[in-house]
């Protein structure tokens, strides 16, 4: 099988990798991260195996590329407001907040990173346990207790 | 087993949506990562792909059963890092509404010859340089590209024309004046003449 041309990659996986970033970095930032996760993978994509799970392999480079905001985040020396404040204000909130189950996903948003990339992945991209696990770089194992331990957390914390 | 957070989650993914995603083309292009930029255009003669490299122009197609077949091959053949960015092919698409307006008759963009090799790029470039309103033979642009008795390679190479319309092999006719033969159908080729040469009678 040989590499299909980019623009494929983008118009079958751009809606799932920008939900993915909503999901984890927030909707400020998703935008950016967006941009850098496709520019990376045009850079990495001559290079790319032709039998490479490309589903997999872009969400490694989302995952990545939102770890390095979530840093640069934490460094900064004020805390955005968005991962602090609760999921009825904020920049995020708008719209969501009007139906019936809203914001669930923000509260996702405030999960440890491991587990709010583990279940945006599952949940937003459909991603299998083995997908979870290549894209974070951990067992399948590991991946698997992320969702769990993410689903758990949520269960506790989450009224409808 | 799907637990009703889990449901929750899968139909929640609403709140993630975003009515626009950021467009890409502009950084790729500015970081140099796009080795062929496509868009569609219509024209009189149906839907057209057009494709370009940083070289310049480098395929133009009918594309009467969709574009895919067409972007597919040129990723396989060209590189995989293929995206539409309609702006790269803003002047060769009003080069083109200008030429089937009537009011061009020559073609400035640059061209790319990559998808086209040896005698048959020699046929080509022989036939770039007809000029707009004339017709010449298939032996005549043979000779040109330094085979005199090879007008049937030419028509091979002619009818295998990556840049058709802008590279003019329908101004290549038979030498009896029949038309030959034309890769988007005879039809198209007698609506070009027609285009170039509005009194001429066509056979």
């Not at chain 1, 799932?16 to 991260?33: K, N, P, Q, S, Y």
């Not at chain 2, 449901?7 to 467009?23: K, V």
Request: net charge positive; aromatic share 6%.
């Amino acid at each position: 099988m040989e590499l299909p041309p980019f623009q494929a990659l983008l118009d079958e996986h751009g809606a799932h990798v920008h939900r993915f970033l909503i999901a984890t970095v927030g909707r400020l930032e998703a935008d950016d991260c967006y941009q850098e996760t496709w520019l990376a993978a045009l850079r990495g994509y001559r290079r790319l195996k032709e039998d490479s799970n490309l589903r997999g392999w872009l969400f490694t480079i989302a995952h990545r590329k939102a770890i390095d905001h979530l840093r640069a985040r934490a460094r900064r020396p004020v805390p955005m407001a968005e991962t602090s404040e609760p999921p009825s204000s904020g920049a995020y909130a708008s719209g969501a907040a009007l139906d019936g189950q809203a914001e669930i996903w923000s509260r996702v948003r405030a999960l440890p990173p491991k587990q709010r990339t583990a279940l945006a992945m599952r949940y937003v991209a459909d991603a299998s346990y083995a997908e979870i696990s290549t894209a974070m770089g951990t067992s399948e194992e590991a991946a698997r207790r992320n969702v769990h331990e993410g689903l758990n957390r949520l269960r506790k914390e989450w009224q409808p | 087993m799907t637990t009703a957070i889990e449901r929750t989650l899968r139909r929640a993914t609403g709140e993630l949506d975003s009515t626009t995603r950021p467009d890409i083309s502009d950084a790729a292009s500015a970081a140099g990562l796009i080795d062929v930029a496509y868009a569609t255009h219509e024209s009189p003669l149906g839907e057209l792909l057009l494709a370009a490299t940083p070289r310049g122009l480098v395929r133009l197609a009918y594309i009467d059963s969709g574009p895919e077949a067409t972007i597919e091959e040129l990723a396989r053949v060209l590189s995989p890092r293929v995206l539409r960015v309609p702006d790269k092919l803003d002047r060769v698409r009003r080069e083109l509404e200008q030429y089937f307006a009537g009011s061009r008759d020559q073609f400035d963009v640059q061209l790319d010859w990559t998808l086209t090799r040896g005698f048959g790029r020699r046929v080509l470039q022989a036939t770039a340089r007809i000029p707009y309103g004339s017709v010449s033979t298939y032996a005549q642009v043979a000779a040109a590209a330094g085979s005199p008795r090879g007008s049937r390679a030419a028509g091979n190479a002619l009818g295998a024309n990556p840049l058709p319309i802008i590279v003019p092999c329908h101004r290549v006719l038979r030498s009896g004046g029949a038309l030959g033969g034309y890769t988007g159908g005879l039809d198209r080729k007698r609506t070009l003449l027609a285009v170039e040469s509005p009194q001429r009678p066509l056979v």
